[in-house]
């Protein structure tokens, strides 16, 4: 898949937030659990194609996600990424905000330091479908 389709079965059916710019759900290989993803509605492959109006409804999410995820994980800190390019690790051709919540003590679903791991070839593992449909209900519910 080069971009998120928000029509997608997998991903409809783990919607967390959606409105006319921008879509919200938890990444399927995610590094921590509670690994959330921001798009933009349109289709871009870096934030300079976006507009102002676009780039605060990633923000403006971005501040209601964190909220919901502080209450849900109890978390202590976040990791935020963007990847622009193939240099950079970008494998999905469609601009993204990860939001990673953090804990004490967590290595994340891998091993995660943030400059090793967004700069690392490879995949991370898929996690099942059911749990990251709870996961998007528990965040969706504490918005």
Wanted: net charge positive; glycine share 4%.
């Amino acid at each position: 898949m080069n971009f998120f389709d928000i029509n997608n079965s997998e991903i409809k059916n783990r919607l967390i937030f959606e409105n006319n710019l921008v879509f919200a759900f938890p990444s399927n290989r995610p590094i921590v659990s509670g690994h959330i993803l921001i798009c933009p509605k349109k289709i871009v492959a870096t934030i300079n194609e976006l507009t102002q109006e676009e780039l605060l409804a990633i923000f403006d999410l971005q501040k209601k996600l964190r909220s919901s995820l502080l209450k849900v994980f109890d978390a202590k800190g976040f990791n935020y990424a963007w990847n622009e390019g193939v240099l950079s690790g970008q494998t999905v051709n469609h601009l993204h905000l990860h939001i990673l919540p953090r804990i004490k003590n967590d290595t994340g679903i891998t091993k995660y330091e943030p400059r090793e791991f967004l700069y690392r070839p490879g995949i991370r593992p898929i996690s099942p479908e059911k749990e990251l449909i709870e996961i998007a209900s528990l965040v969706k519910n504490n918005l």
